[in-house]
């Protein structure tokens, strides 16, 4: 069910190149992709160089999934590096935040500004003709 969802937007700023963003979120991603909670649906990511930003654009199947992730992940050698070529600025919650996602936030060392209150209000998804060539860029 689409409403219970949820999608995170994460606004990164560079302290390294963008390209070293892009080989440590390359590595990350294919991690996670053979590795990773099964509840992350989508995980992609967005540089712009002349800003020296990116953005990270993440499905969850639901908030239990976000969860599940970073406890999955946060001692990975390919989040470190990630966090070594930018800072997590701001995460944008665009679903539910949930008691157990807040505290699990607020027991952690992040430092990014949280935005949340943005519930679903009506749409749709289509995940047929969706592969994993496409997310690699090669079409």
Do not use: C
Not at 14 to 19: A, C, D, H, L, N
Not at 94 to 112: K, M, R, V, Y
Not at 119 to 124: E, K, N, R, S, Y
């Amino acid at each position: 069910m689409i409403d219970n969802r949820l999608t995170i937007l994460n606004l990164y700023e560079m302290k390294r190149t963008p390209e070293d963003f892009q080989i440590a979120v390359g590595a990350l991603a294919k991690r996670v992709e053979a590795e990773g909670h099964p509840g992350v649906l989508s995980y992609r990511f967005f540089v712009n160089a002349s800003e020296r930003t990116a953005r990270g654009v993440i499905d969850y199947k639901d908030p239990s999934a976000w969860i599940g992730h970073h406890d999955i992940t946060m001692n990975w050698p390919e989040l470190t590096a990630l966090h070594a070529a930018a800072t997590l600025a701001e995460v944008i919650f665009l679903g539910p935040l949930t008691f157990e996602t807040q505290a699990w936030i607020e027991n952690s060392a992040l430092t990014a500004r949280v935005r949340s209150g943005n519930i679903f209000a009506g749409g749709f998804q289509r995940l047929r003709g969706w592969s994993n060539e496409w997310l690699d860029g090669a079409h």
